[in-house]
């Protein structure tokens, strides 16, 4: 399985911006889906996460009500809406696939697979 995003870059504080993750070389309504994000000299974080048929959904506090995450089984990409963008959302996102029997998730540890990570900078 891979998974290759688009849609990172530079935008002002206030601004929207919409990541996109394209799977390929499996089914993507076999895994939980979710992104996380690094932001320099930080820890990766959860931001958010969906279920594989997409009904539930899960954010993180920091994100929630701004960061929207959805996914279309039958093109295979996954999205990340976000709006209302501030400079603590600076990092470099990932997208991530893989298994959660219970839950929303996949929870990082439950991750079988990354994308590279595109870097999202946010202007003040």
């Known amino acids: 399985v891979q998974l290759v995003e688009s849609g990172g870059g530079l935008v002002q504080a206030g601004g929207s911006l919409r990541l996109s993750c394209a799977l390929s070389?499996?089914?993507?309504?076999?895994?939980?889906m979710g992104w996380f994000r690094q932001a320099s000299g930080k820890e990766r974080e959860f931001v958010a996460s969906i279920i594989w048929s997409g009904t539930r959904t899960k954010e993180a506090d920091s994100v929630n009500g701004r960061f929207i995450i959805s996914r279309d089984n039958a093109k295979t990409l996954l999205y990340l809406q976000m709006s209302s963008l501030a400079p603590g959302a600076t990092a470099v996102y990932y997208c991530a696939a893989g298994r959660q029997p219970s839950g929303v998730g996949p929870t990082e540890g439950r991750v079988n697979n990354w994308g590279q990570g595109p870097q999202v900078t946010v202007s003040p």
């Open positions: 070389g499996g089914t993507l309504s076999s895994y939980a």
